[in-house]
């Protein structure tokens, strides 16, 4: 596996490879990988002849200037991982040089997909998502790139970015992997105590009495019943739980054939942000 620092590094390795004429598969991180990142690296490999992964702390994407400064970059551990998942190369180049220039992102209005839940809470984040896998999709040129449903909206986003600016891409979706407790995996778990873990699993649990609700055919009793528990849990500092169709990020009421009905939720467990999701239908 080797390390491509820069755009022309980049360039030369895929004509070195033959990159353009293979099925190529590309999984965009923002690096701190662990195994959830691992599983997506090895189901673009399943599903490609070469693989590319992308290590950036995308600035763009972040409104809270703490939370960039002190995202993990651990390349050298990360580099590990993605051999071990069976990349062929991973990219890491500055912010800068994929930009060129100073990072900026444009302003993208998608109605709820880029403005409800996460986006309302984040103001700006998917204008930040949206610019840097814009400049990677133009950069890595792969025939399909591998996203986790562990980030559901931003999933829908990049659906949409893919089918309006690059539609010969295939967008493959991976399923959320968790943690042997049921918690979710995220580079953010590494911030809770051993409690804190056991507190957040809270969450988890909130999903499956929701999805075990939409199976007893009572989906709003469900909701209303798990959002209490989460606000009377004195661990847990809940923003948002609610069913709502993965397409738009519209609440789903339970109608139409297309809809992707997910139960969602966001909370803080010991002052660290996290997010689960499940489709409603086990």
């Not at 880029?114 to 896998?133: I, K, L, N, S, W």
């Not at 519209?250 to 009905?261: D, F, L």
């Amino acid at each position: 596996m080797v390390l491509l620092q820069s755009l022309d590094a980049l360039t030369q390795w895929q004509a070195s490879m033959g990159w353009h004429e293979k099925v190529t598969g590309f999984v965009p991180t923002m690096g701190a990988l662990h195994e959830g990142h691992a599983s997506l690296i090895r189901l673009a490999k399943s599903q490609s002849e070469l693989v590319v992964v992308s290590i950036l702390v995308n600035p763009t994407q972040f409104n809270d200037a703490q939370d960039f400064e002190t995202y993990p970059r651990t390349l050298e551990g990360d580099m590990d991982k993605a051999q071990a998942a069976g990349a062929d190369a991973v990219f890491a180049p500055s912010a800068e040089a994929l930009y060129g220039g100073k990072p900026q992102a444009t302003a993208v209005h998608w109605g709820p997909l880029t403005h409800a839940y996460e986006g309302a809470r984040r103001p700006g984040h998917f204008d930040g998502v949206v610019a840097v896998v814009d400049l990677l999709f133009q950069a890595v040129h792969p025939t399909l790139a591998v996203f986790g449903e562990k980030d559901l909206q931003q999933v829908g986003v990049i659906e949409k970015l893919a089918k309006d600016r690059h539609p010969g891409l295939k967008v493959v979706v991976a399923p959320l992997v968790r943690e042997p407790s049921g918690l979710a995996m995220s580079s953010r778990n590494a911030r809770l105590s051993t409690q804190g873990g056991s507190s957040a699993l809270a969450l988890h649990q909130a999903l499956l009495a929701v999805q075990r609700g939409a199976m007893d055919g009572d989906v709003d009793r469900a909701v209303r019943a798990q959002r209490e528990a989460l606000r009377a849990n004195p661990a847990v500092t809940l923003e948002y739980l609610d069913v709502l169709d993965a397409l738009t990020f519209v609440p789903w009421s339970g109608g139409g054939q297309e809809a992707r009905p997910y139960v969602v939720v966001a909370a803080e467990v010991e002052g660290v942000r996290l997010i689960d999701n499940m489709p409603l239908k086990a």
